[in-house]
């Protein structure tokens, strides 16, 4: 397994880095990395409805949208990022994948008497309280897992920054909140973010049972990363979205997250469709918003045009029947 120890805190090119290791490369990875104050967005959120705009200009905090689903999370140099990169056995199921690569990382935390758990769809708590949330992204017969450990993060940063009104009109979905805290609150011993990501290295890629190997990235795969992260990463499409009107908006919340519709309706047929949320997927979402085009206004039309996808690869825990009815 190929161990990559990052030094950049550029959110746009560490972003970037994700979708290379992921869809460039053949070999498993483990990752380490920080980045400065950033809001990473999930792959198929409303930007704008999940981070507090006048707070992150006012604070230079970067807004990077990322290639997985879930929601929004704040990044800054007193969190630590890992990523693990590896084969897909087809069809295993979400809670395997955040299960096994969770594991090593409870088992850190563990050697420094924390007593952290996985609990719900995807996060890392002590007593309860939020430290780690993670997200997967699949391509091709190869899955990427990452999350977050807040180490020793600016609160006030992270709830500014992603604080959001919620209008009756607004567009957006926000994130499930739930209370967070930093694993500095819980050592027994004193140790800085830095200190701490040692001791994730030695853990996991040292681990006697695997074989890991030092492997900085090259030049050359550098100069494919920039160029990814100039076209991609760094533009406004990318990390906000077009922005287009919509006559019908209808949200939700399902067991597997929250969702949003926008629909563009004439005559009778779906002119155009968008979908928003932190829902997990397998599949990329606009399969569906390009399936829907043109497609009647009606439950049975939709059914039918929808009847050859597998929809729980693009919506896991959200029944199609109840996606469904939100579109109508």
């Not at 017969?141 to 993060?153: D, E, P, Q, V, W």
């Not at 609150?185 to 001791?199: G, V």
């Not at 990329?284 to 597998?310: Q, W």
Request: net charge neutral.
């Amino acid at each position: 397994m190929r161990c990559l120890i990052d030094n950049t805190t550029d959110p746009y090119w560490n972003l970037a880095v994700e979708e290379y290791l992921l869809t460039r490369l053949h070999v498993p990875v483990f990752r380490l990395w920080r980045n400065s104050s950033a809001i990473i967005v999930g792959r198929n959120q409303h930007t704008r409805s999940e981070i507090n705009s006048e707070y992150a200009r006012e604070n230079n905090i970067a807004v990077v949208r990322r290639l997985s689903g879930g929601g929004a999370v704040f990044h800054d140099l007193g969190n630590i990022n890992y990523t693990f990169v590896d084969r897909y056995p087809p069809g295993t199921d979400t809670s395997e994948i955040f299960a096994r690569f969770t594991r090593p990382i409870l088992d850190v935390l563990q050697t420094q008497g924390v007593n952290a758990s996985l609990e719900g769809r995807n996060d890392l708590v002590i007593d309860g309280r939020k430290f780690s949330g993670n997200a997967i992204a699949l391509h091709k017969n190869r899955i990427l897992m990452h999350g977050t450990l807040l180490f020793s993060a600016s609160m006030k940063d992270l709830s500014l920054a992603l604080k959001t009104k919620v209008r009756e009109k607004s567009r957006g979905v926000p994130s499930n909140p739930r209370a967070v805290c930093n694993i500095s609150e819980y050592l027994k011993q004193e140790m800085n973010a830095t200190q701490f990501l040692d001791i994730l290295k030695k853990h996991i890629a040292g681990n006697p049972d695997k074989t890991y190997k030092d492997e900085p990235l090259n030049e050359k795969e550098k100069m494919v990363i920039d160029e990814l992260c100039d076209i991609k990463y760094r533009t406004y499409l990318w990390n906000y979205g077009k922005d287009s009107e919509y006559s019908t908006v209808r949200k939700n919340r399902f067991p597997g997250g929250n969702m949003e519709v926008l629909l563009d309706v004439h005559n009778g047929l779906i002119k155009e469709a968008k979908i928003y949320g932190d829902y997990f997927f397998l599949a990329p979402t606009r399969d569906i918003e390009e399936a829907l085009k043109g497609c009647p206004h009606t439950r049975e039309a939709i059914r039918e045009k929808l009847k050859n996808f597998r929809m729980e690869d693009y919506f896991r825990n959200i029944p199609p029947e109840d996606f469904i009815e939100l579109l109508l």
